[in-house]
């Protein structure tokens, strides 16, 4: 399969026995910052690298992550939200770099920098105002 794809398309094959496939693909786009790249994959972690430059290809749901929303691979029309009943918009980068340091995430062994945290009720309000003296008011 991966000679496949390194001698009939042009698609970038990384692989490093010591890194995490999301480090290899975080670094590469920090390293050619003026190319445009596709990444392809469900995970939600990479979805802190969308830019104008840097879209997320979901192949299990069809849909593609863009800087401006998500959107139906096949008919190229904006998600819509169930809960907005509007188009599902681009996710916060800031917000979610931000989230991840304050809560941690053990699959990726990141420790939570304020252990008890929440992201829903009352209690969010610790966090929700660290993260606006830290980067501004939310956009949502």
Known sequence: F??????????????????EADDLIARWIDKHPDMDHVIISTDKDLNQLITPRVKQYNGVAETT??????????TGKPVIDKKLKAPKPAPDTEWLI??????????????????????KGSKNKHM???YVEQVG???W
């Open 2 to 19: 991966c000679d496949f794809i390194k001698t009939k398309t042009n698609v970038t094959v990384l692989r490093n026995p010591r890194a």
């Open 65 to 74: 992550l863009t800087h401006e929303g998500w959107f139906d691979s096949k």
């Open 98 to 119: 931000f989230e991840k340091a304050m809560r941690g995430d053990p699959s990726d062994n990141i420790f939570s920098a304020y252990p008890g945290v929440r992201t």
């Open 128 to 130: 929700e105002q660290s």
């Open 137 to 139: 008011r939310p956009r």
